[in-house]
Nanobody
Framework: QVQLVESGGGLVQAGGSLRLSCAASRRTIRLGWFRQAPGKEREFVAAVSWSGYSTYYADSVKGRFTISRDNAKNTVYLQMNSLKLEDTAVYYC?????????????????WGQGTQVTVSS
């Protein structure tokens, strides 16, 4: 089992920045972020491989968000810049013990409780 604890959500104006953090109870092969807006399905945002050298992004956040991990701290970060109204959602940290399709929600075994990100105009 892996426990994931997110932090860093909040209210920010459009164009602003936030940094999310997720501390894991142990190291995992993959770490990722998903988000779920009201009335919508949970969607992939970003993921990072074991080494941290391979990163994956949804087209909607590419160029604005950056995912990174610190294996010494078992922590993954999501730096979110140039935030838009449509980025408003609950953001979930996710982890898995296998490689494969980093974009697939079905390949993540462990989930955090989520942190709210609200972007205002």
């Amino acid at each position: 089992q892996v426990q994931l604890v997110e932090s860093g959500g909040g209210l920010v104006q459009a164009g602003g920045s936030l940094r999310l953090s997720c501390a894991a109870s142990r190291r995992t092969i993959r770490l990722g972020w998903f988000r779920q807006a009201p009335g919508k399905e949970r969607e992939f945002v970003a993921a990072v491989s074991w080494s941290g050298y391979s990163t994956y992004y949804a087209d909607s956040v590419k160029g604005r968000f950056t995912i990174s991990r610190d294996n010494a701290k078992n922590t993954v970060y999501l730096q979110m810049n140039s935030l838009k109204l449509e980025d408003t959602a609950v953001y979930y940290c996710a982890a898995g013990d296998y490689t494969g399709n980093y974009y697939s929600i079905n390949e993540y075994d462990y989930w955090g409780q989520g942190t709210q990100v609200t972007v205002s105009s």
